[in-house]
């Protein structure tokens, strides 16, 4: 059983920065795909960029599309989402989520929430002055 655990949530002022981390507890993150999920208030949960095991492949919403990085350490077993030039609408919880590699796209696992295998619990971030 993969347990996921995000971490570098926050609050942080329009314009500002965070870097999210996604950590696995009691197991290793390098054979499975891994996404960036949000939810913000009053909203359905939609991805936000998403990231193959090996970081040969990356997707990312429009809406945050040369504002966001993901990258993968796979020696340190952790996986990161950058987040820069942040906007009051990218607050919301943010969730990492799973999927053993190779299973589909990494494009078709951002689409939807549905079919990943693991979720973390989730950080939140705030954007707000």
């Known amino acids: 059983q993969l347990q996921l655990v995000e971490s570098g949530g926050g609050l942080v002022q329009p314009g500002g920065s965070l870097r999210l981390s996604c950590e696995p507890s009691?197991?290793?993150?390098?054979?499975?795909?891994i996404g960036w999920f949000r939810q913000a208030p009053g909203k359905e949960r939609e991805g936000v960029s998403c990231?193959?095991?090996?970081?040969?492949?990356?997707t990312y919403a429009d809406s945050v599309k040369g504002r966001f990085t993901i990258s993968r350490d796979n020696a340190k077993n952790t996986v990161y989402l950058q987040m820069n030039s942040l906007k009051p609408e990218d607050t919301g919880v943010y969730y990492c989520?799973?999927?053993?590699?190779?299973?589909?796209?990494?494009?078709?696992?951002?689409?939807?929430?549905?079919?990943?295998?693991?979720w973390g619990k989730g950080t939140l971030v705030t954007v707000s002055s």
């Open positions: 989520a799973a999927k053993w590699a190779g299973i589909i796209s990494v494009q078709t696992m951002c689409a939807g929430i549905a079919g990943m295998d693991y």
């Open positions: 009691g197991s290793t993150l390098n054979y499975y795909d």
């Open positions: 990231i193959s095991s090996r970081a040969g492949s990356t």
